[in-house]
């Protein structure tokens, strides 16, 4: 029992790690990643939705952001509620100062980010509709370099990286930075590859007519994001992914260890939903549907790894068993240690493209901070089940505080 | 349908399966672009046929009268018997395990001679079950094959490498011997082939830690290579994927290394303590074995083993390491020495380690060293090939000047072979024709029939003779005895409490007759006995003697 229990763990662990190394199995994957050159100048029309809910003190910073683009031709539509009037009030200055910034209101009573994108979907004049959040900082060539993409590829979806920075604000940021660029910047790619994407909540453009065509985004579901990328990649839809460290959108970890649970709970309920809507069944092949049914599952899996290798390794060093069996159950113990090795090459490696000091402490705060973020996705999982199973599916929204912001500046003050 | 972005750049795509790709070194003005050769060994046919062709020559070279030659090896027949204990599911020895060596080589030889032994259970003794290490030497021989052509030698090097190291006398006694050394070798070529794959492949990279470990384990002095296995895997890495790839390989190798204490851990022999073997102990008397003196120091211990191995090739050991140095001392010049950094530097750290006055060093020491001296000595051929055929060479240069590199070079490869041929004509003829090995099997004939009762008689003899024993139907372990278990082997003693009048038989092989110096019981039996039989003559002879006053008479 304890030897096949420790065998899945193990196979389970193996084949995470297996994907999560993906974009630097070889030097050729690793190239691949990555948006090419821009040639050819523009010649795709953009609509960028920004949807904004009590977020006065970061809009103004990412409409001029957005506003920067190097890109010919392209619209921003912010969607506010009817009952938020400060970051209205942000965004109706925005619009007077520029042409090319609309604000849309959205009025629904109950308030969440697919229905603001949808209020705004019929209001879009561009080719290609961009989703960006309100505290994003987006670079100013992206839409450029998305536009050759589309044209170069026929890709009916760009999926652009995001990336958290301000891993030194605290234990658990560093290590939710990190998902993030394990994500971002290997994982995904592997999915595009393989045909099934959970596509990401922002840097996501899709061609407007292909949105169109899908409904848009699905009001119910607490991951419309990874919705929208399973059901189109479900249809066949082409799906691109391209990372460039300074190309990414920056984005901060929630302010606090509550906010980051909050978020965590909601996205597990989220791909809970969307492995329940059973979308992923119309994907073509086997191969595809275990991938997707295995990724929809992770959080979950994920949450039972961090409990039971701790519990095997006690098992196999205070009871009595064979030798041969406590081999067996220390095998998850093996892969763990594995990917715990690459996440520090990781983090090294993170600082090195982003050009940001990491320290020793770093270092260390992953290593130990390890076990204790094990503990907090196994909570996120267990209450997004008990969330799911009491049928409570309202947004928990994360506010942020702009950590990445000021850390940004501090980073060009000092350069 | 959905896929990442094409490759940024035009240099970064998916090299061809066949055609060089470029080496993606950014010109930074320092460096020099070396253009990457990349060898798809399966997909070449020219590589293919000189490889089954050598391959042919090593099996038959090796194979003929491989139980004849060379002399049994009391070795052998520890590591067979092991292996046959574990066949048998009797645990990692059939006395207790006492660590002294990690046990996953005899695991190997267990699994190799599995089907042979559950046929012709018989057939499990050391001469016949030297034709499982023609398989293992065949492994070897291509992995060393593939490993040449990934180090970028061109083809008739590699072919070179391959048959320095399956042609040469000295390869080809040991090799045919049932060694660790041998099975570690294969997992550290495997290895060093995955640490160079033209792929750069992650997990490729982190295959050749498990195989580096696997090395390790099943011959600790493996332990010593692995620093030229990095500096291999460092070299033949991409910049870009290199810390990932280096460190999944260092993590995979220390994870599997530390399978061993583990298991000493799991079974509670981690450390010392009364009333059990522990691996501590092991390690320390691995250590503190005694010294055998300063290898250039004739007259000691290690001067002997060195000259035995020159006894049967000077070219190998003293080519090689000369080869070796060259390639050390060029290493800013040569484009070969570059690509052979990892094999020389394995030559170096192992001469340095034999030349330690205060080590050990066994015969078979030089196992683990024999396919890096045959590739650093190959490569080095080869740079003086291309020295002499293509430096400083102009286009357009004088057919005068081209002949007259050409003749300098058939005439340096003639030299060489009118001087290796012979040699080892001579040394491979004796290996293929002479019957060391009669005496042994005469005298496992004789316990076999002239012996009343054999399952209540006591022998002791030693490991080479002790499974054919064991199949002529006397005990494992108390009844055929280890000779030197009965002084070494509390659970033997114990046994024994009149010492040599607890005995019936002594089979003296050569390997007793030497040992019994130091092992009280052992002399007494020897002294207390007489002859009944003797097979063979002079120093090579193996006696059968009768206890003069042995249970059965007294």
Same mark, same amino acid.
């Given at each position: ?16 790690l ?6 630097w199995r ?6 691949a990643?990555?948006f090419?050159p821009?040639?050819?100048?523009t010649?795709?029309?953009? /609509?960028?939705l ?5 977020? +006065?003190?970061?809009l ?8 920067? /683009? ?16 400060g970051t209205?009030?942000?965004a109706?200055?925005a ?7 609309r604000?849309?209101?959205?009025t629904?009573?109950?308030?969440n980010?697919?229905?603001a ?11 290609v509709?961009?989703?960006?959040d309100?505290?994003d900082?987006?670079?100013?060539e ?9 044209? /170069? ?14 891993f030194?604000?605290?234990?658990y ?12 910047r ?6 595009a ?5 959970p596509?990401?909540?922002n840097?996501?453009f ?11 985004w $699905?009001q119910n579901?607490l ?8 059901r189109l990649s !479900? ?5 691109v992914?391209?990372?460039d460290? $300074?190309m990414?959108?920056r ?9 980051? @649970?909050? +978020? ?17 069944h ?6 595809? &549907? ?6 929809l ?7 039972f ?9 006690a098992i196999?060093?205070?009871l009595d068993?064979?030798?041969g069996?406590?081999?067996?159950t220390?095998l998850?113990l093996i892969t ?16 090195? +493209?982003?050009?940001?000091?990491v320290r020793?402490t770093?270092?260390?705060k ?12 196994a909570?996120?999982?267990i209450?997004?089940?008990?969330r ?8 928990e929204l994360? !506010?942020?505080?702009?950590a990445?912001l000021?850390?940004?500046s501090r980073?060009?003050a000092r350069? | 349908m959905t ?5 940024a750049a035009p ?16 010109? !930074?003005?320092k &460096?020099h672009?070396?253009?990457r050769p990349?060898?798809?060994?399966r997909?070449?046919?020219?590589d293919l046929i000189?490889?089954?062709v ?6 038959v070279?090796?194979?003929w009268n491989?139980a004849?030659?060379p002399a049994?090896?009391?070795?052998e ?15 990692l020895a ?19 001679t599995?089907i ?15 034709l499982?290490m023609l398989l ?5 021989a291509?992995?060393l094959?593939v490993l040449?052509?990934?180090l970028? @030698?061109? &083809? ?18 040991l ?6 050394d041998?099975?570690a070798?294969?997992w550290?070529?495997l290895?060093?082939c995955?640490?160079a ?7 490729h990279h ?19 290579v ?18 990932f790839?280096?460190?999944g390989a260092v ?28 691996l ?7 250590m ?6 300063f ?31 060259l ?7 040569s484009?070969t020495?570059?690509?052979?950094a ?11 380690v ?6 050990y060093?066994p ?17 080095a051929v ?17 057919a ?9 070079a058939?005439?340096?490869?003639a030299?060489?072979?009118?001087y ?8 491979n ?6 019957d060391?090995?009669?005496?042994y ?14 399952? &209540?008689?006591r022998?002791?003899v030693?490991?080479?003779l ?20 009965a002084?070494?082997?509390p659970a ?7 010492g ?8 003296? !092989? ?18 207390? /006995?007489?002859k ?6 002079g ?16």
């Amino acid at each position: 029992m304890i030897a096949a229990v420790s065998l899945t763990l193990f196979w389970m662990a193996a084949f995470t790690l297996w994907w999560q190394m993906h974009a630097w199995r070889t030097p050729e994957t690793l190239a691949a990643t990555r948006f090419q050159p821009p040639r050819g100048g523009t010649e795709l029309t953009f /609509s960028l939705l920004v949807p904004a809910r009590h977020e +006065q003190l970061v809009l103004d910073h990412t409409i001029t952001r957005l506003l920067e /683009s190097s890109h010919a031709d392209f619209e921003i539509l912010v969607i506010v509620g009817h009952d938020d009037p400060g970051t209205a009030g942000v965004a109706a200055r925005a619009a007077a100062r520029d042409p090319r910034v609309r604000v849309i209101t959205d009025t629904h009573e109950v308030k969440n980010k697919p229905k603001a994108l949808n209020t705004a979907l019929p209001h879009c004049r561009g080719d290609v509709v961009g989703v960006f959040d309100a505290e994003d900082q987006v670079h100013p060539e992206l839409l450029t370099h998305v536009d050759h993409a589309f044209r /170069s590829t026929g890709a009916d979806v760009v999926q652009g990286g995001v990336q958290l920075i301000n891993f030194h604000s605290s234990w658990y940021s560093l290590r939710n930075c990190l998902e993030y660029f394990f994500w971002f910047r290997s994982r995904l790619h592997l999915h595009a590859q393989k045909g099934f994407i959970p596509l990401g909540g922002n840097t996501v453009f899709v061609r407007t007519g292909v949105l169109r065509e899908a409904d848009g985004w $699905d009001q119910n579901c607490l991951a419309e994001d990874c919705d929208l990328g399973v059901r189109l990649s !479900s249809t066949g839809k082409r799906v691109v992914v391209a990372y460039d460290s $300074d190309m990414v959108t920056r984005e901060e970890t929630p302010g606090t260890l509550l906010s980051l @649970l909050r +978020q965590r709970t909601r996205w597990n309920q989220g791909f809970l939903q969307v492995y329940r809507k059973q979308d992923w069944h119309q994907l073509p092949t086997t191969a595809q &549907r275990l991938l997707a049914r295995y990724t929809l599952m992770t959080p979950f899996l994920q949450a039972f790894t961090g409990v039971v290798i701790p519990l095997n390794v006690a098992i196999a060093l205070l009871l009595d068993v064979p030798v041969g069996i406590a081999f067996i159950t220390f095998l998850p113990l093996i892969t763990a240690a594995v990917t715990f090795v690459f996440e520090v090459v990781g983090l090294h490696d993170f600082g090195r +493209q982003y050009g940001l000091r990491v320290r020793l402490t770093h270092y260390l705060k992953l290593v130990v901070g390890g076990p204790f973020y094990q503990l907090l996705l196994a909570g996120a999982a267990i209450r997004a089940v008990w969330r799911e199973l009491r049928g409570r599916g309202e947004w928990e929204l994360t !506010s942020h505080v702009g950590a990445h912001l000021t850390h940004d500046s501090r980073e060009e003050a000092r350069t | 349908m959905t896929s990442t972005l094409p490759a940024a750049a035009p240099d970064a795509t998916a090299p061809d399966e066949a055609a060089p790709a470029p080496d993606r070194t950014p010109s !930074s003005g320092k &460096r020099h672009l070396t253009v990457r050769p990349v060898v798809r060994f399966r997909g070449s046919p020219p590589d293919l046929i000189l490889c089954a062709v050598l391959l042919a020559a090593i099996l038959v070279v090796q194979g003929w009268n491989i139980a004849g030659y060379p002399a049994l090896s009391d070795d052998e027949g520890t590591y067979l018997a092991q292996a046959w204990a574990v066949q048998q599911g009797d645990g990692l020895a059939h006395y207790t395990y006492w660590y002294d060596h990690p046990p996953l080589g005899w695991i190997q030889i267990a699994l190799l001679t599995w089907i042979p032994a559950a046929i012709a259970p018989d057939s499990m003794d050391v001469g016949t079950m030297r034709l499982a290490m023609l398989l293992v030497s065949a492994v070897s021989a291509v992995l060393l094959y593939v490993l040449a052509r990934r180090l970028w @030698l061109p &083809r008739w090097a590699a072919g070179l490498a391959m048959v320095l190291f399956g042609l040469s006398p000295l390869a080809v006694v040991l090799q045919r011997e049932i060694f660790l050394d041998n099975l570690a070798v294969l997992w550290m070529l495997l290895a060093f082939c995955l640490a160079a794959s033209p792929n750069r492949h992650l997990w490729h990279h982190f295959a050749a830690g498990i195989a580096a470990a696997t090395a390790v384990l099943t011959k600790e002095t493996m332990l010593v290579v692995l620093p030229a296995l990095l500096v291999t895997m460092w070299r033949y890495s991409h910049r870009d994927t290199r810390k990932f790839a280096v460190t999944g390989a260092v993590t995979a190798c220390a994870l599997i290394g530390l399978g061993y204490p583990l298991y000493a851990l799991l079974k509670g022999e981690l450390l010392p303590g009364a009333g059990h073997v522990s691996l501590w102990d092991g390690i320390t008397y691995q250590m503190s074995r005694p010294g055998s003196g300063f290898i250039l120091d004739a007259g000691s211990g290690s001067h002997g083993v060195w000259q035995s191995w020159l006894y049967y090739d000077r070219v190998l050991p003293l080519g090689g390491l000369a080869a070796a140095l060259l390639l050390l001392l060029v290493l800013r010049w040569s484009v070969t020495a570059r690509a052979l950094a990892g094999p020389a530097l394995a030559v170096a750290i192992l001469a340095l380690v034999a030349m330690r006055p205060s080590g050990y060093l066994p015969a078979m020491y030089v196992i683990q060293a024999l396919p890096f001296l045959a590739l650093v000595l190959a490569g080095a051929v080869a740079s003086v090939a291309h020295a002499v055929l293509r430096r400083f060479r102009e286009p357009g240069e004088p057919a005068l000047y081209t002949g007259v590199r050409w003749t300098v070079a058939l005439a340096l490869a003639a030299g060489a072979v009118l001087y290796v041929g012979p040699r080892w004509y001579e040394g491979n003829r004796i290996a293929t024709t002479v019957d060391a090995n009669g005496p042994y099997r005469a005298a496992a004939a004789w316990m076999a029939t002239e012996v009343q009762d054999p399952g &209540r008689t006591r022998v002791l003899v030693d490991d080479a003779l002790w499974l054919d024993l064991v199949h002529a139907g006397y005990e494992p372990g108390l009844g055929a005895i280890w000779f030197y278990k009965a002084d070494l082997d509390p659970a033997v003693t114990k046994t024994m409490p009149g010492g040599w009048r607890d005995l019936d038989y002594v089979v003296a !092989s050569p390997t007793v007759r030497r040992d019994a110096v130091d092992l009280p019981n052992v002399r007494a039996a020897l002294q207390h /006995s007489e002859k009944v039989a003797e097979f063979g003559e002079g120093e090579d002879r193996v006696e059968i003697r009768r206890i003069y006053e042995g249970r059965r008479e007294g």
